[in-house]
């Protein structure tokens, strides 16, 4: 009798545990979701590309289809509504709660286009629209459309840029003062595009001002500029931004 009793009293015990263990760690819940690729592919340089993911939380595994059809329309809703409505200018609307992104990379998406193109393409002044914007959307069968009747492993939707990105901007009779880290004579015959090539070929070059020659005894002069604190015209100069944006 003791023994059993005290094996009564061992369940409780246990029991007592395990319900005070779920309350203070609740399983965590499942989720399914749906992975979107955007792709911002000029017609001349080098792509860039972006990665994130949209997730509907579940109960239980027969709402996983469902999960993925919603987390799929809102990489949809959001990145259209963000892409489409260049008056936001801050972070969209991008769902909360159940369904929600993980790792959205744009605040301000046109301005993210831009400084990444630009970055990756430091060799451009500009990249010329129109352009593709491509956004892909990866997962299981259910994040993607079937209606169609396709079986491409990704669901492709692709929207045309329309505005040409200026990268840099060079201005002729202007010097930009202050700011150098850097200064040289350049040879007889060199002009402002072998100063700005020097800031190209450095990274930690923002700017470039470039010096006419002041006779044969003044070679001319290239200042490669760390910060740019503004234009004050003066013929005798031409000077540059490498890249207006990724600054």
Not at 7 to 20: D, E, H, K, T
Not at 34 to 59: F, H, K, L, N, Q
Not at 207 to 217: D, I, L, N, P, V
């Amino acid at each position: 009798m003791h023994n059993a009793n005290a094996y009564s009293i061992s369940l409780l015990c246990l029991s007592v545990f395990v319900a005070v263990a779920a309350l203070a760690h609740p399983a965590m819940a499942d989720y399914r979701g749906c992975v979107a690729t955007v792709i911002a592919r000029p017609a001349e340089g080098e792509s860039v590309r972006w990665t994130y993911e949209a997730r509907r939380e579940i109960d239980n595994r027969s709402e996983a289809n469902r999960a993925r059809r919603e987390a799929r329309q809102l990489i949809l809703d959001c990145f259209f509504s963000h892409l489409n409505d260049r008056q936001n200018g801050g972070y969209p609307n991008c769902g909360s709660g159940w369904a929600y992104m993980t790792g959205y990379p744009f605040r301000d998406l046109h301005q993210d286009l831009t400084v990444a193109l630009c970055a990756r393409n430091r060799h451009l002044a500009s990249v010329r629209a129109p352009f593709l914007v491509v956004l892909e959307i990866t997962g299981q069968e259910a994040c993607r459309d079937r209606s169609g009747g396709g079986v491409d492993p990704a669901e492709i939707h692709r929207a045309d840029y329309r505005e040409t990105i200026r990268c840099s901007e060079v201005r002729q009779g202007f010097n930009l003062p202050r700011g150098d880290y850097d200064h040289f004579p350049m040879a007889p015959g060199a002009g402002s595009p072998d100063c700005s090539r020097r800031c190209a070929a450095d990274a930690r070059c923002v700017a470039w001002t470039f010096k006419y020659a002041g006779g044969s005894s003044e070679p001319p002069l290239c200042f490669l500029k760390e910060r740019v604190s503004g234009w004050r015209e003066d013929a005798r100069f031409v000077s540059g931004i490498k890249n207006v944006h990724a600054r």
